[in-house]
């Protein structure tokens, strides 16, 4: 039975979040920034100190990741079938593609080497917005094209030559996680020299205490959001809509089935998950989701939404 997906249909955004906890113990160890550290603030409703557990840029990656099977290099099997840019070394083994690159289809692997077929295409394609105001619509019609999945994770192609590095679109799925209550469990240790502990620690011989800060939290919680308005502004018609539904419902309960071990100490189990907005919809399974997709590409595929090919390949060369 296809997913019913009418509760959504007049929604702007579907707001999902997700109740967590360590999957052993009470400690978590939670992201941190150059300079900065973990990122610490004051609960807005005076509960104490909060602490940012995952970023949007490393939940975005995350939700990419669970789309990609490494072993087959290619997507994942429900997947299968959805337009993607694969890049090659020169002895024509897989090196990275747009669902895994930190700029995806904006890789300097894709659009900085000398084997410049995906380049040339864009510039070919969106040659009418180097002047003027940028057509988000026609963008997102020809992203479509090379990785469905830039429209949902946002891109900037930020080259000069393509309408003057103007040409981007934001995040249509976002996603962080956050802990209120949040205290350091502060902790340490030694790394013992049994042989020579007085050694030359700089050469790394000799014993070596260190400090370390995991946290404890009374309640962690992994917030989603869909951006359903900006999805339908596309414009793309209603079976490119549904799928990008779909894939963006497929990377959230993927994620929080199997993908919650974010660091070696921060490995998270779900308590409970909850649709937030609009609240009459109900989050599907993970079989539900894995049994629509399939038929759901190939009903874009059969409108020629993604062009003549679905894997674009290119050569990196310095």
């Not at 700029?103 to 995906?118: M, Q, T, W």
Request: with cysteine; net charge negative.
């Amino acid at each position: 039975m296809p997913l019913d997906l009418s509760a959504l249909k007049n929604a702007p955004r579907l707001l999902v979040e997700a109740d967590l906890k360590p999957v052993q113990g009470t400690r978590f160890q939670p992201t941190g920034f150059p300079n900065l550290g973990h990122a610490v603030y004051e609960s807005p409703n005076g509960g104490g100190k909060m602490i940012l557990v995952e970023s949007a840029q490393s939940m975005a990656n995350r939700l990419e990741a669970v789309c990609w099977d490494e072993r087959a290099d290619d997507w994942v099997a429900p997947l299968r079938g959805l337009p993607v840019v694969k890049v090659l070394d020169e002895a024509g083994a897989p090196l990275t593609n747009s669902v895994l690159e930190a700029h995806r289809l904006n890789s300097p692997y894709i659009l900085e080497g000398k084997d410049r077929r995906v380049l040339d295409v864009l510039k070919t394609r969106l040659a009418a917005m180097s002047q003027g105001r940028v057509d988000l619509r026609e963008l997102a019609r020809v992203l479509l094209e090379f990785d469905v999945n830039a429209l949902l994770h946002g891109v900037f192609l930020a080259k000069s030559d393509l309408a003057g590095g103007r040409l981007r679109l934001p995040r249509a799925l976002s996603a962080f996680i956050e802990a209120d209550g949040a205290q350091v469990a502060a902790s340490g240790g030694v790394k013992n020299d049994s042989v020579d502990p007085s050694g030359d620690t700089a050469k790394g011989f000799g014993n070596v205490p260190f400090a370390r800060d995991e946290w404890t939290a009374a309640k962690i919680v992994a917030y989603f959001n869909i951006d359903l308005r900006q999805i339908r502004a596309f414009d793309l018609g209603d079976a490119v809509e549904r799928l990008l539904i779909t894939l963006a419902l497929f990377k959230i309960v993927t994620l929080l089935s199997d993908g919650l071990r974010l660091r070696t100490a921060c490995d998270l189990d779900v308590i409970a998950v909850r649709v937030v907005r609009p609240n009459d919809f109900v989050l599907p399974d993970a079989s539900a989701l894995q049994a629509e997709l399939p038929a759901s590409i190939e009903a874009v595929a059969e409108t020629g939404a993604f062009g003549t090919e679905r894997t674009h390949t290119v050569t990196y060369r310095k």
